[in-house]
Antibody, heavy 117, light 110 residues
């Protein structure tokens, strides 16, 4: 069974940085793309970034380009999101997710709360 | 990277059918057969209900179905049940390894 557990969220001030982590288990982590998706309070889902299975390709939503960096460590079955220059509008629950099914965000973690205030 | 357009809410009595639309452009919904749908109950993570426009993952009841015509995808719940009351989001591949979600629809079972 696929299990994704996020950590690293918290309360930070505008302009500060934060690093989120996601520990994956139950499937061959190094074989699949991974994604971060966020949800602001009372709002909808927003795709944030994704990364290829070997880490060689990374893509971002325009609003975080130049501020967020997605990375992974396949030896540790872990996904990361380094967030810098945080803004109030980055306040959200951040979900780690898999792309086991082709071009489909399929399995989700329970999320970690990030508050910028 | 504009969000796909969904109705804010839909409702139906138990046993009725409800349909949620998801309108995008030829650069996302209309351009690829990679539309998925998610169910989200309050305080919970989203759950995949439909992928590849109309495919159901194992374990998803067959009362959930998906389709697409042009730039609009649809999710139909045939015979809605009380436990289907939740928020639903569509998502589409948008080219260049990017994705876009819909604005979300609250389904209310009357």
């Amino acid at each position: 069974e696929v299990q994704l557990v996020e950590s690293g969220g918290g309360l930070v001030q505008p302009g500060e940085s934060l690093r989120l982590s996601c520990a994956a288990s139950g499937y061959p982590f190094s074989s699949y793309w991974m994604a971060w998706v966020r949800q602001a309070p009372g709002e909808g889902l927003e795709w944030v970034a994704n990364i290829k299975d070997d880490g060689s390709e990374k893509y971002y939503v325009d609003s975080v380009k130049g501020r967020f960096v997605i990375s992974r460590d396949n030896a540790k079955n872990s996904l990361y999101l380094q967030m810098s220059s945080l803004r109030a509008e980055d306040t959200a629950i951040y979900y780690c997710a898999t792309y086991i099914i082709t071009a489909t965000i399929d399995c989700w973690g329970q999320g970690t709360q990030v508050t910028v205030s | 990277q504009s969000a796909l357009t969904q109705p804010r809410s839909v409702s139906g009595s138990p046993g009725q059918s409800v349909t949620i639309s998801c309108t995008g452009t030829s650069s996302d919904v209309g351009g690829y057969n990679y539309v998925s749908w998610y169910q989200q109950h309050p305080g919970k993570a989203p759950k995949l209900m439909i992928y590849g426009v109309s495919k159901r993952p194992s374990g998803v009841p067959d009362r959930f179905s998906g389709s697409k015509s042009g730039n609009t995808a649809s999710l139909t719940i045939s015979g809605v049940q009380a436990e289907d009351e939740a928020d639903y989001y569509c998502c589409s591949f948008a080219g260049s390894h990017t994705y876009v979600f819909g604005t979300g629809t609250r389904v209310t079972v009357l």
